[in-house]
């Protein structure tokens, strides 16, 4: 089959009639493309049948991997007025579409994005369609999770929808209440990839995935978040201490690290699904930064109703991408001599969570942007260091550091830590700050997230081709 030359490459119907898509078919799909919205029940038939024409057309073509250079072109050029009009339809109709599928309740994330494709066909993707792409690697998907995040930058850019999905991402998972009894009357909860252990007035929580030097992924996800309900839900603590397990890889001999952000080799083989970010920036993270929310009660600070205790992270090793992000939200930091931070998003392809958001009011403005766009390496025991972390101790001695860490932010009680934080928060970080960051990421990351240069850079600074999921 010729490819496609630029004669016709402004020519949408020529541009699919080279891919081998049939004249017909192709000026029937330009011709059923909806150029304006009217009330929703119209619109939800037009654009559903739009996009059902769209489905059929991409469904025509080869699997990503075997196209040509033309089929390339026409499956971009159907992606791309797809999400067009998907763009056009949620600028109207989100918040609509939002309080239909939440009128018996809020909805996680996860939930919202399949809600929302059930109540309009074609809008994001079925679980079936999702599932469909997880087996695939990454570099092998056609991206229909992008149109998750098209939906969920919609429904946060609006105060009213958005500030009501941060509050249902802020409430305990549904397994929490459960957990937090067993943890109550055991004072231990062992969950796997976390572990929890009261210790005096504090709960220890220590995130383990030794394979990969304690990376998260899909399969620590909710089992962190609910690991944090549990101890910020705990009566019998003041405080608490997050920290990385053991890694019993020859190279570090049982030491322990913090933990290496985001698990590379599951991103590179299609393991970590857009929505995945989402859960996690508006689950566990924000939850360390804001607490655990009250379903009557909006959790914007004023109100002084959400649950929650001071968090204390301890660095040993390093804390890269993800791992260093949650110092960000940390009270009080506790580094190693030895260790280390770094934000890996340059050579990662994609945004390091709310690091963009958060990083600048600790280590200024140009630091931030050292560290994220030129992936600037800082040692934890260094000047620009010791503007993220509170105190250095050696490396041998952490474990001593700690019980006086924790000691000295218990002396004065809970109710005048937790007082503080909120006040600290709203003048740096109200939730309305939080939401519209939240608009952006979810756009921005859902392109980052299926982008070539994504799998260019895990395949050139990860070897990533060569390692095992």
Known sequence: MDTITSDNSEDPAALLTAAGVATEAASEWLAAEPLRTADLATDRYRYAAFWERSA????????????????????????????????????????????????????????????????????APSPEEVAAETARDQADKDGVEIDQGLLLAHVLASQRTGTSLCHAMLLPRPESTDLAARFAADGVLDLGSVRLERRGRAVHLTASNPRFLNAEDDTTLDRMEAAV??????????????????????????????????????????????????????????????????????????????????????????????????????????????????????????????????????????????????????????????????????????????????????????????????????????LEAFRRYASVYAREQAYCHFSPALIANLERNWDAKNRRA
Request: net charge neutral; glycine share 8%; proline share 5%.
């Open 56 to 123: 059929a057309l991409l469904a025509g073509l080869p699997p990503k991997r075997q196209r040509n250079a033309a089929e390339v072109e026409a499956a971009a050029r159907i992606l791309g007025r797809t999400r067009e009009t998907r763009d056009r339809f949620l600028a109207v109709h989100a918040e609509a579409v939002y309080d239909e599928v939440t009128a018996r309740g809020m909805l996680r994330v996860e939930d919202l994005v399949f809600a929302f494709a059930a109540a309009v066909p074609g809008l």
């Open 229 to 430: 309900d549990v101890a910020i839900l705990d009566p019998g603590s003041e405080i608490i201490v997050v920290r990385g397990g053991r890694i019993d890889l020859p190279k570090y001999e049982g030491r322990r690290v913090f933990g290496a952000g985001i698990n590379l080799t599951h991103l590179y083989r299609g393991k970590i699904p857009f929505v995945w970010f989402m859960r996690r920036d508006l689950g566990y993270v924000h939850k360390l930064f804001r607490g655990v929310a009250r379903p009557d009660v909006v959790p914007d600070d004023l109100s002084g109703r959400s649950v929650e205790k001071p968090w204390i992270a301890t660095v040993d090793g390093f804390a890269i991408g993800g791992h260093c992000q949650l110092l960000l939200v940390a009270d009080y930091v506790l580094a190693a001599d030895d260790a280390f931070m770094t934000l890996p998003a340059r050579k990662e392809g994609i945004i390091p969570g709310f690091a963009n958001l958060r990083l600048s009011r600790l280590a200024g403005e140009r630091l931030a942007r050292q560290a994220i766009l030129y992936e600037r390496k800082i040692a934890c025991d260094s000047p620009e260091g010791r503007l993220i972390c509170d105190e250095i101790a050696a490396s041998e001695a952490m474990d001593e550091a700690i019980e006086r860490v924790v000691s000295g932010l218990t002396d004065a009680g809970p109710v005048s830590a937790v007082g503080n934080r909120r006040a600290f928060r709203i003048a740096q970080e109200p």
